[in-house]
T-cell receptor, first 112, second 111 residues
Framework: GENVEQHPSTLSVQEGDSAVIKCTYS??????FPWYKQELGKGPQLIID?????GEKKDQRIAVTLNKTAKHFSLHITETQPEDSAVYFC???????????FGQGTTLQVKP | DVKVTQSSRYLVKRTGEKVFLECVQD?????MFWYRQDPGLGLRLIYF???????EKGDIPEGYSVSREKKERFSLILESASTNQTSMYLC??????????FGQGTRLTVV
């Protein structure tokens, strides 16, 4: 079955630095890997996703990479800004049913 | 815009009560989810439904049941509420294999 491990649990960076969050998953049949951002008092919102037939995807300051062999995927945020401060979740998605399993979350703090 | 609406924002119930949390989505999504969120534990899947009357247990189904009689509505039921079920409950809906949209959450306190 699906299981996602996410690291680190907290991350503090200086404004302008890069932040990297890493996840591992267990089910080799999983084929959809979204990332969600949760701001205080709100529900999680999708920021980027990647499918198993792609190794890397970029959207402005955010990039995701996927290594299917190692069952790893990562989120990279460059030129961090204070508004990037939030909790980030990686997610393992099952292609058959669309079931979504969340990681434990990373609290990112960007210091001005 | 997709809208996922949870029936209550805050709820206080007594131990042993039967509790119903309701979730409605307006985008004809096949999939609906119930998660609970606790500090340091992320979002843990309680139950998942991929079609009307179809459900699948998540990681922590014990003490919970669900009902999906209509496509737009997914109910979470706490058969006999206990204090360890005090938590934030989040409902979400999605088309299969794409973005999930979340409700605003229900903070349940069991006393």
């Amino acid at each position: 079955g699906e299981n996602v491990e996410q690291h680190p649990s907290t991350l503090s960076v200086q404004e302008g630095d890069s932040a990297v969050i890493k996840c591992t998953y267990s089910d080799s049949a999983s084929n959809y890997f979204p990332w969600y951002k949760q701001e205080l008092g709100k529900g999680p919102q999708l920021i980027i996703d990647i499918r198993s037939n792609v190794g890397e995807k970029k959207d402005q300051r955010i990039a995701v990479t996927l290594n299917k062999t190692a069952k790893h995927f990562s989120l990279h945020i460059t030129e961090t800004q204070p508004e990037d401060s939030a909790v980030y979740f990686c997610v393992e998605g099952s292609g058959n049913t669309g079931k979504l399993i969340f990681g434990q979350g990373t609290t990112l703090q960007v210091k001005p | 815009d997709v809208k996922v609406t949870q029936s209550s924002r805050y709820l206080v119930k007594r131990t042993g009560e039967k509790v119903f949390l309701e979730c409605v989505q307006d985008m004809d999504h096949e999939n609906m989810f119930w998660y609970r969120q606790d500090p340091g534990l992320g979002l843990r899947l309680i139950y998942f439904s991929y079609d009307v009357k179809m459900k699948e247990k998540g990681d922590i189904p014990e003490g919970y049941s669900v009902s999906r009689e209509k496509k737009e509505r997914f109910s979470l039921i706490l058969e006999s509420a206990s204090t360890n079920q005090t938590s934030m409950y989040l409902c979400a809906s999605s088309l299969r294999g794409v973005e999930a949209f979340f409700g605003q959450g229900t903070r349940l306190t069991v006393v």
